[in-house]
């Protein structure tokens, strides 16, 4: 079973990153993470109502959607990813500048 198929038999796991990227972006103050973050909560009500047959009454077993889906899914949490790490790197560097300058005084 591929990490793919997971999110759609166990759709609640679509809140793990709704939830990581979610509390990274209110942290950073970063945007992407943040829609990155929406985008995850959505398709896990999205893929729960998917699964309970809300929106696909017949078969559903070709799903042509997440071939959308996913791709989008992954160029958001990239995006959102290497945002965060490059605003956690620059923080972090503003801080350890700051205390060389408290250090020599």
Not at 28 to 37: C, D, E, G, H, V
């Amino acid at each position: 079973m591929s990490v793919l198929s997971l999110l759609v038999e166990y759709p609640w796991l679509a809140l793990l990153p709704a939830i990581l990227l979610g509390v990274a972006g209110h942290r950073l103050r970063r945007t992407s993470a943040r829609i990155a973050a929406v985008a995850w909560l959505l398709y896990a009500v999205y893929e729960l109502a998917m699964r309970l047959k809300l929106i696909c009454h017949g078969e559903c077993d070709i799903r042509v959607d997440l071939l959308l889906i996913y791709p989008l899914l992954l160029a958001l949490t990239v995006v959102a990813v290497l945002d965060c790490a490059l605003a956690a790197r620059r923080a972090r560097r503003a801080s350890d500048g700051v205390d060389q300058t408290r250090g020599a005084e």
